[in-house]
């Protein structure tokens, strides 16, 4: 399945752009597309999570700033922008200059490996699955830099929650993915999608949601509790640390922290539906697979996923560290394992 990359070499060798230029003017393209599409999705979700959670309890939303209050997001995102960035005096200012930065990068670097549709990802490793994990830890880093050089206590607290939550739900999360790629045999994450083809009497897809429920499961949960949604928003705990590890950012360097919890949130949701529920293919067997409607089924999908987060953090209530440390150690762990070794087991049979 050919990626993005070879698509715009061969565009540009077309147009006659020199070997050597190639390369560099791919990655700028890659980087603003990504870039753009970010922008787009936070907006988007923005808007949608205001107004659905307004629906869920009987208010009316956004609805003052262009029609339905779909300008809303960029009324927010123009006040960010204009509003004064301030650091405080007994901050460390470097550091506390690098969080904001480090902690989008990540929520950046993960829209490479995720298809979007048939043949549509910007990279398409063979270790994307890896490269995933690997880039969505750099976020722990990132906090605990942020609580550190605020200088700040509940700033501190915060990035101390953060670390033991994400170390928590990260194993057990590792563990559930490795199902998948027992049953794919590649971590290449267009090779999982194309594991998923075909269906049972032709009309119910092969996701590997059906063969992996338990996989799913504890990587759901640990997907809500890496995203810092409820009942996992400890770090922030805005009615015990103000808000954690942000509380002493203000103007563009806050919204690098927002823009990245939305964007992480949307980037789960496709990795999520990338490798249980069949990524671009079809929801029923026997529709055609074509190319032109993968990016609307993936799309479709991901939609689902995502007011299902909204859905769960407009409904469930926050619960204290120390039950949120042991489902994740004493709970979510050993049914990883388990279902690590089930699968084994099965597929030796």
Not at 9 to 25: D, Q, V, Y
Not at 232 to 249: I, M, R
Not at 264 to 275: E, K, P, Q
Request: overall charge positive; glycine content about 10%.
């Amino acid at each position: 399945m050919p990626g993005l990359g070879p698509l715009l070499k061969s565009l540009f060798r077309s147009i006659g752009i020199p070997t050597l230029w190639a390369e560099p003017l791919r990655a700028i393209i890659v980087s603003v597309a990504i870039l753009a599409l970010i922008m787009l999705v936070v907006m988007v979700l923005l808007w949608l999570l205001r107004r659905f959670i307004a629906y869920m309890q009987s208010r009316l939303g956004p609805n003052r700033v262009g029609p339905e209050g779909l300008l809303q997001p960029v009324a927010d995102a123009t006040k960010l922008l204009i509003k004064e960035d301030v650091t405080p005096g007994a901050a460390d200012k470097v550091m506390f200059s690098v969080a904001p930065i480090l902690i989008f990068l990540p929520a950046f670097l993960i829209y490479l490996v995720i298809p979007f549709g048939k043949g549509m990802v910007a990279k398409d490793f063979n270790i994307g699955l890896v490269f995933a994990l690997a880039v969505g830890g750099i976020t722990c880093i990132a906090i605990i830099l942020a609580g550190w050089a605020s200088n700040n206590k509940y700033s501190i607290l915060g990035g101390m929650r953060s670390a033991a939550q994400l170390i928590a739900y990260e194993v057990p999360m590792v563990f559930s993915l490795l199902g998948v790629v027992m049953l794919a045999g590649t971590f290449k994450m267009g090779g999982i999608v194309e594991a998923q083809s075909g269906g049972f009497w032709g009309v119910i897809p092969r996701w590997f949601v059906f063969y992996q429920p338990l996989g799913f499961l504890v990587f759901f949960i640990c997907a809500l509790a890496e995203l810092g949604h409820l009942p996992f928003d400890l770090p922030e705990g805005e009615s015990e640390l103000v808000a954690g590890y942000s509380v002493e950012y203000s103007g563009m360097r806050f919204a690098l922290f927002y823009l990245s919890e939305f964007s992480n949130a949307f980037a789960l949701s496709a990795i999520a539906v990338t490798l249980f529920f069949g990524g671009w293919k079809p929801p029923l067997a026997f529709i055609p697979d074509w190319y032109i409607l993968s990016p609307f089924w993936f799309i479709l999908k991901v939609g689902i996923m995502v007011l299902f987060l909204m859905w769960l953090r407009a409904s469930i209530v926050r619960v204290r560290i120390d039950q949120v440390l042991s489902l994740g150690w004493k709970a979510l762990l050993p049914v990883a394992v388990f279902n690590l070794l089930l699968t084994g087991g099965l597929m030796l049979v």
